[in-house]
């Protein structure tokens, strides 16, 4: 059996490589991943040109506010708000432009202005410095109204927001989010509504909190602390952006050798379960949406619909039997390896003899169809589980970027690099062990 190469992240590694994969960034036009009249297929590829420097943007933003209750039927300006709010804020990833939102709230200097405007600024800054265009040529948002709550001049509401685009990197595919949870809340005493605060459960704005809650970048007014955290944040990812370079070029010039199992993955099979449950659930498992997360439990689902066993032998387990946590070598309940993002990590790199035979740790760019890409916070902390969909590649047939699938928040066919995080763990899966 031959050795894994493993790569490991460290800025200060792989510079070298920095440049060739920056000629690649400047030379390369791209290519997706698309089947007429159906989902796109992995092993399909169409020639798309590149984004002509300094092209206008022209992206079509779309923002629908709907299941509007009767308690807002007086106040269409809330409902406008809200509308107004959410289409500059995607306008602004759409073109990969800074619009100022501190307009739309009652105290622009404030701090919940300042947190709007400056995760904007993160998610643009991040995106222009990816080597792919992640512009949008369509953006088409709907905002689902879950509750509405009035107390005095103050205006609660809660809604489930889904988003529909397409990014100049991969024209042709549709990608599809949902399940993002975001609230509004506005003073309404002067006629005309304000905000006074802006919630939305995603991978950026959880990131914010967690800089401002290091101390390390307070600073005396909230706009200073702002750009301060805004600073710190780019100046990581660009770190990270550079790494990924480098290991493209690494992929490129010399590939991964990997091990061999007994028995192959369908990577098909798997490709086909995740498109089909990335934007619902499988009723023949529990679902831990409201639980702490589905991502996992969806990523091991579409590796076992790919032919990889469950595994109750030996010291490292996976398996799903019910909802009841059982670590144990029983055919009963759920393994934590197969629910957390973690201990997946932990099973698919440690485990030996029967089940899943896995490149843990392995170079992102080697990843296919059916693989699994593990995000962590900027803090380090292990958060989410994504599957590989297959790869966007340049003309030169060179990889460029990963397109996903993912459950908590629900993604279809979504760049790698549209993703707000800042380092990953590449899991090949190779198949499985008698």
Same mark, same amino acid.
């Given at each position: 059996m031959k050795k894994v190469r493993r790569v490991?992240?460290?800025p200060g590694r792989d510079l070298l490589f920095v440049f060739l994969a920056a000629v690649i960034m400047i030379t390369s036009g791209y290519i997706a991943i698309k089947k007429e009249g159906s989902e796109p297929e992995a092993s399909e590829l169409i020639n798309l040109p590149a984004m002509v420097p300094g092209e206008k943007p022209t992206a079509k933003v779309e923002v629908f506010a709907k299941d509007i209750p009767s308690s807002l039927s007086s106040r269409r300006d809330v409902v406008e708000l809200m509308v107004s709010f959410t289409e500059d804020y995607y306008r602004g990833i759409a073109e990969l432009t800074e619009k100022d939102l501190?307009?739309?709230?009652?105290?622009?200097?404030?701090?919940?202005?300042?947190?709007?405007?400056? =995760?904007?600024?993160?998610?643009?800054?991040m995106r222009k410095m990816?080597?792919?265009?992640?512009?949008? #040529? &369509?953006?088409? @948002?709907?905002?689902?109204?879950?509750? =509405?709550?009035?107390?005095?001049?103050?205006?609660?509401?809660?809604?489930?927001?889904?988003?529909?685009? #397409? &990014?100049?990197? @991969?024209?042709?595919?549709?990608?599809?989010?949902?399940?993002?949870?975001v609230t509004f809340k506005a003073d309404i005493s002067e006629g005309q509504a304000k905000l006074t605060a802006y919630e939305r459960v995603d991978e950026v704005f959880i990131t914010v909190d967690i800089l401002r809650k290091s101390g390390k970048y307070e600073r005396q007014t909230a706009a200073a602390t702002m750009e301060a955290l805004r600073e710190g944040f780019l100046s990581t990812a660009g770190s990270y952006i550079n790494y990924l370079n480098g290991q493209l070029a690494l992929f490129i010039?010399?590939?991964?050798?990997?091990?061999?199992?007994?028995?192959?993955?369908?990577?098909?099979?798997?490709?086909?379960?995740?498109?089909?449950?990335?934007l619902s659930r499988n009723p023949q498992y529990a679902d831990y949406s409201l639980g702490g997360g589905n991502c996992a439990n969806f990523g091991s689902q579409s590796v076992h619909a790919g032919g990889i066993p469950m595994d109750t032998a030996g010291n490292s387990r996976w398996k799903y039997f019910s909802r009841p946590l059982d670590n144990s070598a029983s055919a009963y309940g759920r393994t934590s390896s197969w629910t957390l993002v973690s201990a997946f990590h932990r099973y698919s790199a440690q485990n030996t003899g029967y089940g899943m035979v896995a490149a843990a740790d392995t170079n992102i760019y080697s990843l296919e169809a059916g693989d699994i890409i593990i995000c962590k916070r900027i803090n380090g902390e292990y958060t989410h589980i994504i599957v590989c969909a297959g790869p966007i590649y340049d003309k030169a047939g060179n990889v460029a970027d990963l397109l996903t699938f993912s459950n908590t928040i629900d993604r279809r066919y979504y760049p790698l690099s549209a993703y707000g995080y800042c380092n990953y763990i590449a899991i090949k899966i190779l198949g499985w062990n008698n």
């Open positions: 490991k992240y460290s501190t307009g739309y709230f009652l105290d622009p200097a404030g701090i919940e202005a300042q947190r709007s405007r400056c =995760v904007l600024e993160m998610v643009v800054g990816q080597r792919v265009d992640l512009k949008m #040529r &369509f953006c088409e @948002c709907y905002l689902y109204i879950k509750s =509405v709550s009035i107390r005095g001049n103050i205006c609660v509401i809660t809604a489930e927001e889904t988003m529909n685009c #397409r &990014f100049n990197c @991969c024209k042709d595919i549709l990608s599809e989010t949902q399940k993002i949870d010039a010399e590939g991964v050798d990997n091990p061999v199992a007994d028995n192959p993955y369908n990577r098909e099979a798997a490709l086909s379960y995740a498109a089909e449950y990335a």
